[in-house]
């Protein structure tokens, strides 16, 4: 397979390939953009967190393949388009009412769930279903894309992430002390739906033959994804441990390769839970606003490597210098985006020579 935008594919394969075995050929895995020429560099592209939801399919994709068009995919970049309908369009696949705001490129449900004994959670695929929209979507994204660039993973916001846009964040908080049963029973119909979910995508994009994009920009040949839970800032370890790891680990035994976006410094008090997790391959940490950038949880990066997780980890490349000399080179992944072609391959040597 070759892709038009991504002419290095097969070289930048084999380096995924290592980060994934946790090895390292020359230098650990370095995905860095650029602009091809000064021209363009003032066109910044912003990602869309909704795409197509009017049924215009194509203009996303148009917009997309300008800027591949006009970016340097240095080392182990991967261009790659990610359908979607904002971040809580899971829940919406099973009965929440989805809202669009265009204008600020962001989605939202309402909490709708009152009685946990009434709601039974099924995956709407009635004809015109916000869910085959998604599918229609992503298998026009599939023939689109063909040759050009990767079709990614839609952002799932499952387990109890789905559960708080449902019911609202507070009152699930109030369930788990009042009724937690209630919750684990719909718990257990919902887990029953990711793997269907996440099946139907990977088919409709083609991922089988060409590779699989997770929510994060990572490629992978195999079965991969991005897991989450932004719920567990909310709760206590021993509440994380019940209602949430094991969703968790599952989501990713579905998988060859997975990486977990783990979210904000409340989240932390679990991190003990998620490096006992074994299935949970890889973390993204973000620190939230406010807060240190990666130079600043170099402890942490250290702590996670010395508990098996693999690591992926954007920033500037002078801050990425400095982490590099204090990380484990195998089983990182870094992404950083400059200004110049010229300054990303400095980059991928600075890499080597210093690896």
């Known amino acids: 397979m070759e892709l038009k935008y991504k002419p290095n594919f097969q070289e930048a394969r084999k380096y995924w390939?290592?980060?994934w075995n946790n090895e390292i050929i020359d230098r650990p895995l370095v995905a860095v953009t650029a602009p091809k020429s000064e021209a363009v560099a003032i066109k910044k592209y912003k990602r869309p967190t909704v795409t197509g939801f009017d049924g215009n399919y194509k203009r996303d994709l148009m917009a997309f393949e300008e800027y591949a068009a006009n970016t340097y995919f240095a080392g182990e970049s991967m261009p790659n388009f990610r359908p979607g309908f904002g971040p809580d369009?899971?829940?919406a696949f099973l009965g929440a009412k989805i809202?669009?705001?265009?204008e600020d490129n962001t989605s939202w449900v309402d909490a709708f769930v009152s009685d946990w004994d009434a709601y039974n959670p099924v995956l709407d695929t009635s004809k015109g279903s916000l869910w085959n929209k998604m599918l229609e979507q992503v298998k026009f994204a599939a023939d689109y894309s063909e040759g050009k660039f990767h079709i990614a993973m839609i952002d799932i916001h499952s387990n109890m992430d789905c559960f708080s846009a449902i019911r609202g964040p507070g009152n699930l908080c109030m369930d788990l002390?009042?009724?937690p049963d209630k919750v684990e029973a719909a718990l257990a119909k919902i887990r029953k739906l990711y793997k269907p979910v996440y099946d139907a995508v990977y088919d409709a994009a083609k991922m089988k033959e060409r590779g699989c994009v997770g929510a994060l920009p990572l490629y992978c040949d195999d079965r991969f994804v991005r897991i989450q839970c932004d719920f567990l800032a909310l709760i206590g370890p021993e509440e994380g441990r019940k209602h949430v790891i094991p969703s968790l680990r599952e989501e990713a035994s579905f998988m060859e390769h997975c990486i977990m976006h783990y979210d904000g410094p409340q989240a932390l008090i679990h991190?003990?839970?998620i490096i006992e997790a074994k299935e949970i391959e890889a973390i993204q940490w973000v620190p939230g606003a406010g807060q240190p950038g990666p130079e600043g949880w170099i402890d942490l990066y250290k702590k996670l490597q010395q508990g098996g997780k693999k690591l992926q980890i954007g920033a500037p490349f002078e801050v990425l210098k400095k982490l590099h000399k204090e990380l484990k080179p195998e089983g990182v992944a870094y992404y950083?985006?400059?200004s110049s072609a010229k300054e990303a391959d400095e980059i991928i040597s600075w890499f080597k020579k210093n690896t």
Not at 99 to 102: P, T
């Open 271 to 273: 991190l003990d839970s």
């Open 336 to 338: 950083s985006e400059v």
């Open 99 to 102: 809202e669009i705001r265009q």
């Open 177 to 179: 002390m009042d009724c």
């Open 17 to 19: 390939k290592a980060y």
């Open 89 to 91: 369009q899971f829940s």
